[in-house]
């Protein structure tokens, strides 16, 4: 896009800031001697100072409106002569098309021109606020320095407004013109369609005669120029066909690397899934013919490229390439719907030979329509007489008809005997209708109507059919559990494993961007065939990719679009390079795992938030703009997400100090387990029942927490132990003592101690005090000595007694002795005494009862 008085504007700013530079550097230092002579000098250099700083501001000024002036003249100039082109081309849509491209074109180049005074007029406005409005007759004078800035501001305000209500001006011209433009193409489209032609002409018998004179002609000339080429331009016209060929193998060769399961369906299937079926219909048609038109248009580009073409030939070969793509496609997309010879991979429940019978005529269809719009750029060329292009489209639309209704009429579908049978009714009435009113329109005389028509019937039809086949591809890899089962997830597969919630969710994202492709691609073909042109479409990308000003907040579709793009590259290399630094660097340390998850989380971290603030500067976002909502959002957290807060900060605590990391066995409060993983807002741990707790990090920062495994994982382990008093104790120590130091994974040093605990209520205490280098191991160890204590203990004869309970009734009374007591009098005989001894409960306790009568 050109933009001369913009870069022109540019030019001129910077260069009245490298003139500005360096005066003001001679300023600096003639201010700096009058410092250093006397405070009466420095007054007067800080007062020559202000006096040139304001007249280099004011330069800068002058400067800017002078530019923008020339830009807003050289626009309105331009503006000028295309309104006088747009009556000239009253019958030219291409040219008015150019005309509205262009007048775009300036009306975005007018824009910036007026945002260049937006800062400035900010800020003239804000210095007038601070100065305050004039003041009235009684009141003090104000100061003359404050009278004349005012009056300076005032000024400059002016200029500026005056400037931009010219730009408001022209815009609105320019729209203004836009709006004719459109309003002739639709009057030239409609006259187009609704003229209505004789016919009686185009039925003569000389008409025949005329159009086999032109086919003569139209022969010599193409025979005329291909004898020339290769006699003459060999090597060039074999260079040209070599890089077609090159280029259309590349193409075709690396799609069916990337897409090979599905531009050929696979005869070994014989009950193919219908996202298969899906999927081998969509690219066996789009590859190859992606392929064909690839040469088709490389072979045109090249032999411009080498100066083959000439002014005659160059427009009938486009015409004729374009036609060849159009049947060839249409071609493709029958057979992959239809699929004649291999009834499993059939997208429609049709007979086999209705399959055939409807390619034929699909093909004959496209090829009629592709005829008439060739033989339209021939009389076009050799400026033939109208009955030509009259007769010529004529039988080329009644025929379009024909075949139409004769694709109605045929019997595709099997009733409940099996018996052939009609397309449904409003399918098969709509066809007759379209064919029935492309027919009557060519024989009333409305040739540009009927051709209209049956180049939509062919052309867009085939593109709808088309997007309608990726939209249902898009829904079936949707589909829960169908992209696990496809070719691609196999691929997928064979480089990392994948759990069926990551395919389906590949899957999803995989349909999302099928149906963006779908939509990018043939609404444009669908716009172009009613009647749009390039430059339609490309002024509308324009808008789209213009600024969108709400406020002051300026942003794009596109810039947003952008930002997204780079967002997600930059997570993905975030994510890769997490993985690379665990992976390859990590890993071949000694660090421990915890520090190395950590590291990788807060890794991770800072790589999303730089891609956050990557993604929105390309977005086009200013982040001081967004002031307010910062000031919103800060009052929100002070309210409402303190909790957040406080357990992001908590998050970001633990993983720079570590008091646990990863794989650490912890107790905070009533939790117990293994550390699994430490985001930001919680932590993550498993019990050792294999319960996932999720622990805000607030309370494992507020709160006490134990770790077993903090510098390292030795630990002690006690195991209590009781037996019978009448055991002999030393006996007993010693015993514990030798089974604690025989287990191999107890450790020497510290070495094992038996403490005697005391005196129990039933049992002498002991304890069994060891040191693991693995405290995980705990429970391995507990259970080694618990056995080895009872076999030791069952060997020796000593009692691991039961809790005991000594019940005394005495004259009604009743008393409870424990402990030694209760020993005392199991060993003393007591008078009239009746002991009474029950069976152990059930928890395996066992009670003793004694009563005294009086």
Not at 443 to 469: C, E, K
Not at 584 to 601: A, P, W
Not at 739 to 746: E, F, L, N, R, T
Request: glycine share 8%.
């Amino acid at each position: 896009m050109p933009c001369g008085p913009r870069s022109g504007n540019v030019t001129a700013t910077n260069r009245a800031a490298v003139y500005s530079r360096p005066f003001l550097s001679e300023t600096a230092d003639i201010v700096t001697r009058f410092i250093s002579v006397s405070p009466f000098s420095a007054f007067l250099a800080i007062v020559l100072g202000l006096f040139l700083s304001v007249s280099a501001f004011a330069q800068d000024v002058q400067n800017l409106v002078a530019s923008q002036r020339e830009v807003i003249t050289s626009v309105e100039q331009q503006v000028d002569k295309l309104a006088a082109q747009v009556n000239d081309q009253v019958t030219d849509d291409a040219k008015l098309v150019d005309v509205r491209v262009e007048l775009e074109r300036l009306a975005r180049e007018l824009f910036d021109a007026s945002l260049a005074f937006r800062p400035r007029l900010t800020e003239v406005n804000t210095r007038l606020e601070q100065l305050g409005a004039p003041r009235g007759e009684g009141e003090p004078a104000e100061p003359e320095e404050v009278t004349a800035e005012r009056t300076r501001l005032l000024d400059e305000k002016a200029s500026f407004n005056v400037l931009i209500g010219d730009a408001e001006r022209l815009s609105v011209r320019i729209s203004g013109v836009i709006d004719k433009i459109a309003q002739m193409r639709r009057d030239l489209f409609a006259r187009t369609l609704s003229r209505r032609y004789d016919i009686t002409a185009a039925l003569g018998t000389d008409v025949l005669g005329e159009f086999t004179q032109e086919l003569g002609k139209v022969y010599k000339t193409v025979s005329a120029w291909v004898s020339f080429t290769v006699k003459y331009r060999l090597k060039p016209l074999l260079g040209a066909g070599f890089l077609a060929v090159l280029a259309a193998l590349c193409l075709q060769f690396g799609g069916r690397r990337l897409f090979g399961d599905f531009v050929k369906p696979d005869l070994a299937d014989e009950n193919p899934t219908y996202l298969s079926r899906l999927s081998v219909a969509l690219f066996s048609t789009l590859v190859p013919s992606a392929s064909f038109a690839v040469f088709l248009a490389s072979s045109y580009y090249f032999l411009d490229y080498f100066r083959l073409l000439r002014v005659d030939i160059a427009p009938l070969l486009w015409a004729f390439f374009t036609v060849i793509i159009l049947v060839y496609f249409v071609y493709k997309l029958a057979r992959a719907i239809l699929a004649p010879r291999m009834a499993n991979w059939r997208l429609l429940p049709v007979r086999t030979d209705a399959a055939r019978w409807l390619v034929v005529l699909a093909t004959l269809t496209a090829a009629v329509t592709g005829f008439d719009h060739f033989m339209d750029q021939v009389y076009l060329q050799l400026n033939s007489q109208l009955s030509l292009t009259v007769a010529s489209s004529l039988v080329a639309t009644v025929v379009v008809g024909l075949l139409v209704m004769l694709i109605g009429g045929v019997r595709p579908l099997n009733d409940v005997e099996g018996r052939p049978r009609h397309w449904p009714m409003k399918f098969r009435y709509l066809l007759f209708l379209m064919g029935g009113v492309i027919i009557a329109a060519a024989l009333l005389g409305y040739i540009g109507f009927a051709r209209f028509i049956s180049q939509q019937v062919v052309v867009t039809g085939a593109i709808v059919a088309t997007m309608y086949i990726g939209f249902l591809t898009s829904g079936a890899i949707t589909t829960e559990g169908a992209f696990a089962k496809s070719w691609l997830a196999r691929k997928l597969e064979r480089y990392s494993a994948f759990d069926d919630t990551t395919l389906d969710q590949i899957g999803l994202g995989l349909g999302m961007l099928i149906n963006v492709l779908v939509v990018v691609m043939g609404v444009p073909l669908i716009l172009l065939q009613w009647g749009f042109r390039w430059a339609d479409l490309t002024a509308w990308g324009y808008r789209m990719a213009g600024p969108i000003q709400i406020g002051s907040l300026s942003f794009s579709v596109i810039g947003i679009l952008t930002g997204i793009l780079v967002f997600i590259l930059g997570y993905f290399f975030t994510r890769w390079f997490q993985g690379w630094l665990d992976g390859s660097v990590m890993s071949r340390s000694r660090m421990d795992s915890g520090v190395r998850n950590s590291i990788r989380t807060g890794v991770g971290y800072v790589g999303l938030v730089l891609a956050g603030l990557i993604g929105v500067s390309a977005a086009g976002i200013n982040l001081s703009n967004l002031a307010l909502v910062a000031g919103a959002l800060s009052l929100g957290i002070g309210f409402g997400l303190q909790n957040i807060v406080s357990n992001f900060v908590s998050g970001l605590i633990l993983l720079a100090e570590r008091p646990f990391k990863a794989g650490d066995w912890i107790v905070a409060g009533g939790v117990s387990g293994t550390v699994r993983k430490i985001s930001v807002r919680a932590t993550e741990i498993e019990t050792f029942q294999r319960q996932t707790v999720i622990l805000p990090n607030s309370e494992l920062i507020n709160a006490a927490v134990g770790n077993w495994t903090h510098r390292n994982k030795l630990g002690r382990v006690e195991i209590p132990i009781g037996v019978g008093y009448a055991s002999d104790a030393r006996r007993v120590h010693q015993i514990l003592l030798d089974i604690a130091k025989s287990h191999p994974m107890v450790l020497r040093n510290p070495e094992p101690f038996v403490l005697f605990a005391g005196f129990g209520a039933s049992s002498l205490d002991f304890e069994v005090r060891v040191y693991l280098s693995d405290i995980t191991t705990q429970v391995t160890v507990q259970n080694d000595i618990r056995f080895a204590i009872l076999e030791a203990f069952a060997e020796e004869g000593i009692e691991i007694p039961f809790p005991q309970q000594d019940v005394h009734v005495r004259s009604g009374r009743l008393e409870i002795d424990t402990g030694a007591q209760a020993a005392k009098e199991t060993a003393k005989p007591v008078a009239n005494e009746h002991a009474v001894e029950p069976q152990p409960s059930e928890a395996g306790k066992r009670r003793r009862r004694k009563i005294d009568p009086e």
